[in-house]
């Protein structure tokens, strides 16, 4: 085996998702795989990831993928460039040469991106330990409908309506995951506004979450997240669900709900709740959070 690893180039595409769909997933088509390499949010400086090629007889064969989603990002007053990780895989008969730990030190040698890891296998946690990848979140804060009467919060659903009312950071954010299977919802009071993205899907005994994956404005979230609950949720067994990092308190009144497999991370400029699970795999494979 002569094995090479490099930047994965739009000529490896076909590759990437044949190796896959016949390896990794088969019951993921080619065609879902594809979705990956599609966003536009990046072309600037793209990075889809990194490849494992054998030189074989027959010519190079991809045979190993760790997955990357480019985007850039407004935190604060600085544009940030996040990497999303997504599938990594390795055939059977490549492991055990230190080739993973290759891909992955080489997938996070720039100092200047924040690198994300939302849905890690929970067999690779203690491994991704060693990495130099820090742990982003291990718990989830669920908030119910009880019937608590609020004033001074309305909250938008049509997705024309929030484009008229948001800022030009919230209005990127909306037009880049446009035809994605997220739920955009503008909370708004008489003073400002958090453009949230939402995740629907029904999971452990048929509880469907309402899963935010972004926020545009950590104070008002923190501040009104009961009350958005209350405001967007129908009756019926149902939650509002967002990782412990993004509300800046002990979320009054929330159930705590461990994380499968903990998010990990690794950045030296942004801080965890500026980590959000937008511009990820989980909304271009339209994956279920764990």
């Given amino acids: 085996m002569t094995v090479t690893l490099r930047r994965v180039r739009p000529g490896d595409i076909d590759g990437v998702c044949s190796l896959l769909h016949t390896y990794m997933n088969p019951d993921f088509p080619v065609e879902r795989w594809q979705k990956l390499f599609e966003p536009t949010w990046c072309v ?34 600085r544009q940030e460039r996040f990497v999303n990780f997504s599938s990594w895989y390795l055939r059977k008969e490549y492991r055990g040469q230190g080739l993973g730990r290759k891909m992955l030190e080489m997938a996070t040698s720039q100092p200047e991106t924040t690198y994300v890891v939302c849905s890690l296998s929970p067999k690779r946690v203690e491994y991704f330990k060693t990495l130099g990848m820090d742990v982003l979140d291990t718990e989830r804060l669920l908030w119910r409908k009880d019937g608590h009467l609020f004033d001074n919060l309305e909250l938008i659903h049509d997705p024309e309506t929030i484009a008229r009312y ?9 037009e880049d995951h446009k035809g994605l299977n997220v739920t955009p919802v503008l909370a708004s ?20 979450y309402y899963d935010v994956l972004y926020r545009s404005n950590p104070g008002l979230f923190t501040d009104r997240v009961r009350d958005i609950a209350e405001a967007l949720l129908p009756e019926g067994n149902c939650v509002l669900a967002a990782d412990r990092r993004f509300v800046e308190n002990d979320g009054p009144g929330a159930e ?20 959000d699970l937008a511009y990820s795999e989980i909304v271009l494979l339209d994956l279920k959070l764990d």
């Avoid at 074989?56 to 064969?61: A, D, I, L, M």
């Avoid at 948001?166 to 909306?174: C, F, G, I, K, R």
């Avoid at 506004?193 to 899907?201: H, K």
């Avoid at 994380?259 to 030296?268: D, E």
């Fill in 44 to 77: 600037d400086n793209p990075d889809m990831g990194i490849v494992a090629v054998d030189k074989t007889k027959n010519g190079q064969e991809i045979v190993g993928f760790h997955g990357h989603v480019c985007s850039h990002r407004t935190v604060g007053t």
């Fill in 256 to 275: 705590v709900e461990q994380i499968k497999s903990p998010r990990f991370y690794k950045t030296g400029r942004v801080r965890p709740r500026n980590v």
């Fill in 166 to 174: 948001a800022n030009p950071d919230e209005l990127t954010v909306l």
């Fill in 189 to 208: 009071t008489r003073c400002t506004q958090c453009l949230m993205l939402l995740s629907l899907a029904k999971k452990d005994e048929g509880r469907l």
